[in-house]
């Protein structure tokens, strides 16, 4: 039987340890913290999850919550101007429900489930010393960690990504007390200043809740919470943005606390893509997955969701590999193939953070056709069918055009 080690217990490393006991591997999976401590600590993030997402955890019967959390069915979003002015509203039913399931929860639950199913759980903060020593003991070692030492032993790869700072500087916390729809996801588009974002998300403690994220410009009127030292004033920091910069929101907010003192963040994220493979001192060669070597902003929401299809593809080329050596020709090609997929991923990501001329015409234009909304928003769910209309000015005015002009076929029809 072969024996894999994995470096990491967030929603890669968990899914891919828990994936491969099912196909009949021995597996390690190395945590820093134990589940009782990951269930305590602060959020890890607030990460929603798209339809083709959700079905990979069902699939491995993974979804524990699916009874009891909200899901988002609608999205509501808004473009205002920096004065605080509401130039455009849309709304659009999703296909298939959208999910943020408290990954406090989710993981301390999985790592539970993974030892249950047979897998050898560690505690145990792994530094590039000890991971070169265990890395022998393995027929395959792959490291899942989004910071830190370990992945920074991949390096950068300049092709895919150029960023050398962050695009925006982030905050966000979980509460109650909204006067909002459980079912919707409200995402509000500044332009030049940030994004505000509110959506329901199960809490930790099995309840209901919201979740608000900022999205801000740095530098920019909304750039305010770097220096925030507690969830009290982040919380009144949170109210006085939105009253200021989006007044029409303020009555959602007036009454909402923090569902904990503890339940914010804040911080900044350099989008990077690093080359899969690293090197250790003894020669051994160990895999990076998910944020380990695909680094996104949250703006898009891809950062779970490419790391669970990641990992899923991962454990596919795995078993088909049978009995063969995971040698850096392999590794280096089932990244290769992720990328094919994980590219335009990363372009919806960019296209957000730095938005291009011709972005305001596609939001204008799915004001007007639901049909252009719903393409855009399954392009959270799924990025390469945004190609090439959402990345490209003269695509994109052939893709409204063809679709403006069969919503006039239709009403012309209709009328008749």
């Known amino acids: 039987m072969r024996r894999i080690g994995i470096i990491g217990a967030g929603q890669a490393g968990l899914y891919l340890g828990i994936s491969l006991l099912e196909a009949g591997y021995r597996v390690t999976l190395f945590s820093e913290y134990t589940p009782e401590a990951i269930l305590a600590s602060k959020p890890i993030s607030t990460t929603m999850l798209m339809p083709d997402a959700l079905e990979l955890e069902r699939n491995l019967g993974l979804n524990f919550w699916d ?3 909200p899901s988002c069915e609608e999205i509501h979003s808004n473009i205002s101007d920096a004065d605080g002015n509401l130039i455009l509203v849309m709304s659009n039913i999703l296909e298939k429900p959208w999910q943020a399931v408290d990954q406090r929860l989710k993981f301390s639950r999985w790592m539970q489930e993974f030892v249950c199913r047979g897998g050898e759980l560690v505690i145990q903060k792994m530094t ?7 890395a022998p003991n393995y027929d395959l070692v792959l490291v899942s960690v989004g910071k830190g030492s370990l992945s920074s032993l991949f390096e950068q790869d300049v092709q895919k990504s150029d960023h050398d700072k962050p695009k925006r500087h982030i905050a966000g916390g979980i509460f109650t007390g909204l006067k909002e729809d459980f079912s919707a996801f409200k995402v509000t588009n500044i332009f030049g ?5 509110l959506f329901p998300f199960y809490h930790k403690d099995k309840k209901p809740a919201f979740a608000v994220g900022f999205e801000a410009y740095p530098g920019g009127v909304m750039d305010r919470f770097l220096g925030v030292q507690s969830g009290q004033e982040l919380l009144e920091l949170s109210k006085q943005v939105i009253q200021e910069l989006t007044p029409w929101n303020y009555e959602i907010v007036e009454n909402m606390e ?4 503890k339940d914010w963040l804040c911080g900044a994220i350099t989008p990077t893509v690093r ?3 690293a090197h250790l001192p003894s020669g051994a060669t160990v895999m990076g997955i998910a944020d380990t070597v695909i680094l996104h902003d949250p703006i898009a929401a891809q950062g779970g969701n490419n790391a669970l299809k990641m990992a899923h593809l991962v454990t596919q080329r795995m078993i088909e590999h049978g009995n063969l ?3 850096e020709s392999w590794m280096q090609a089932v990244f290769a193939e992720f990328w094919e997929y994980a590219q335009y991923a990363n372009a919806l990501a960019d296209c957000l953070l730095t938005p291009t001329p011709f972005l305001q015409n596609i939001l204008a234009a799915m004001a007007e056709n639901p049909e252009i909304a719903r393409d855009y928003f399954q392009g959270f769910n799924h990025p390469p069918s945004l190609f090439p209309w959402f990345f490209d000015a003269e695509e994109c005015q052939k893709y ?6 069969r919503t006039v076929e239709s009403n012309y029809v209709a009328i008749l």
């Not at 590039?128 to 020593?133: I, R, Y």
């Open 67 to 69: 009874d009891d959390s």
């Open 128 to 134: 590039p010393l000890e991971l070169d020593q265990c």
């Open 193 to 197: 200043v940030g994004e505000i974002m």
């Open 258 to 261: 923090l569902t904990d003192d």
């Open 275 to 277: 080359h899969a493979i």
């Open 325 to 327: 050596k995971f040698d």
């Open 400 to 405: 409204l055009a063809r679709k403006n002009s």
